[in-house]
């Protein structure tokens, strides 16, 4: 490959919650025993060396000496609309529909405080990222879940007549549609989101669309934008988006909104601005440059082979060493969400004894169920393939015995 997924890059001391966290309580895993390095399988980041043209970018910014008040160059919005046109097939997208987020749970939010008040209910896919559950919790909004249901190939799908019935019972006007899917690693087809839109559209349901994930696609599978299946869905549509989760920008903070509908488009950009905070960061500016470079176009090709690949081990890692824990097979991101309920009865431990097992030989995994997975773990498998390997070896020597 051109570009580096194989170099093991020392994180601690360098800021990094994925290492230096651990052991400190909280949502974060234990730290090791002795004798046993950390590995981060747990925070959504990759433990890759970073696209050079991104830190190019970055380091020559950084050499002029000034670093005040500033307004966005064209470039950069040239560059979201020929990323989304290259990689989505995305047409017709024009400056005046990209608003600027400092992340994708803060323009949730902004969305969310102009589709309804506080105290209304908001129907959202479960198992649920937990940063829509905190956010919501915290903002005043109350969750209506309607479960995901594995059919009979394993394959996580929705179940529209119960969306439907949770939309007229508890009156929604709001939904929050996570494409593709985290946890658990759906890339829908077209006739899904079709069928979602068109119940949306049935029950005039505004949808805020999280597609920070889109660009993160496995082999044999590609990301439709929410906004393309049909008129209707580009104008009652908030999507988000971000070079961070594709490019391991998180620390840099940004990311950024495409909304059609003008009338939508102005009231959360109002919304937004209220805080006087929701502002651009100059170097998150041209680390987006840096990355929506023909390069970067390269390296995230290389990565997706790259994840395939480690999930495909992890997946067949798994089937053959470790009977009683089930997953259906990611399309999508660089997590697994493991169930591990039959292996914790038929073996007579709990999920937290798995965890603390794990944990104590440095496989730093998340627990589950704040995702809403009852008896699972959520496994990160943006490593080094050399990493993943040492890892599943630990698990298998030490935890699922």
């Not at 360098?14 to 909280?26: T, Y």
């Not at 990689?87 to 309804?116: D, K, P």
Request: charge should be negative; aromatic fraction near 12%.
């Amino acid at each position: 490959m051109k570009y580096d997924f194989t170099s093991i890059i020392e994180r601690r001391g360098m800021d990094a919650i994925a290492v230096d966290a651990l052991g400190n309580g909280g949502a974060a895993p234990g730290a090791p025993k002795e004798g046993f390095d950390a590995i981060p399988m747990w925070v959504a980041d990759m433990n890759f060396p970073a696209l050079p043209t991104i830190q190019e970018a970055v380091i020559r910014r950084t050499q002029h000496p000034a670093y005040g008040y500033f307004s966005p160059r064209e470039e950069y919005f040239d560059a979201i609309i020929r990323w989304q046109e290259t990689r989505n097939q995305v047409t017709g997208l024009t400056r005046a529909c990209i608003g600027y987020e400092n992340g994708v749970l803060g323009g949730v939010i902004s969305a969310l405080n102009v589709f309804c008040s506080r105290g209304d209910k908001v129907l959202l896919h479960k198992p649920t990222y937990i940063g829509f559950t905190k956010s919501l919790k915290n903002n005043g909004y109350h969750i209506v879940h309607s479960a995901l249901k594995q059919d009979e190939n394993n394959i996580w799908r929705m179940d529209f007549e119960d969306m439907e019935k949770k939309i007229v019972e508890h009156r929604i006007h709001a939904a929050i549609f996570c494409s593709p899917h985290n946890p658990c690693g759906r890339v829908w087809e077209r006739w899904e989101i079709e069928k979602a839109m068109e119940l949306y559209k049935k029950h005039d349901v505004f949808v805020i669309s999280d597609e920070i994930w889109s660009d993160l696609t496995l082999t044999g599978y590609r990301h439709i934008p929410t906004q393309s299946v049909s008129e209707d869905a580009r104008s009652r549509t908030v999507a988000l988006y971000a070079p961070s989760k594709t490019f391991n920008l998180a620390g840099l903070v940004g990311s950024y909104h495409i909304i059609y509908n003008s009338w939508i488009r102005d009231r959360i950009e109002k919304e937004s601005s209220l805080s006087h905070y929701n502002e651009m960061n100059v170097l998150s500016m041209y680390a987006l440059i840096g990355a929506y470079q023909p390069e970067g176009y390269e390296w995230v090709d290389e990565l997706r082979e790259v994840l395939t690949g480690n999930i495909r081990y992890a997946a067949d890692f798994i089937r053959e060493n470790f009977e009683g824990v089930s997953f259906s097979m990611p399309q999508g991101t660089y997590m697994m969400f493991l169930d591990c309920s039959e292996w914790c009865e038929k073996h007579g431990k709990t999920l937290d004894e798995i965890e603390r097992a794990a944990w104590d030989v440095g496989v730093a995994v998340q627990d589950g169920r704040s995702f809403h997975g009852p008896c699972h773990l959520r496994v990160n498998l943006a490593l080094p393939f050399s990493r993943v390997q040492e890892a599943f070896d630990r698990l298998k020597k030490y935890v699922f015995v």
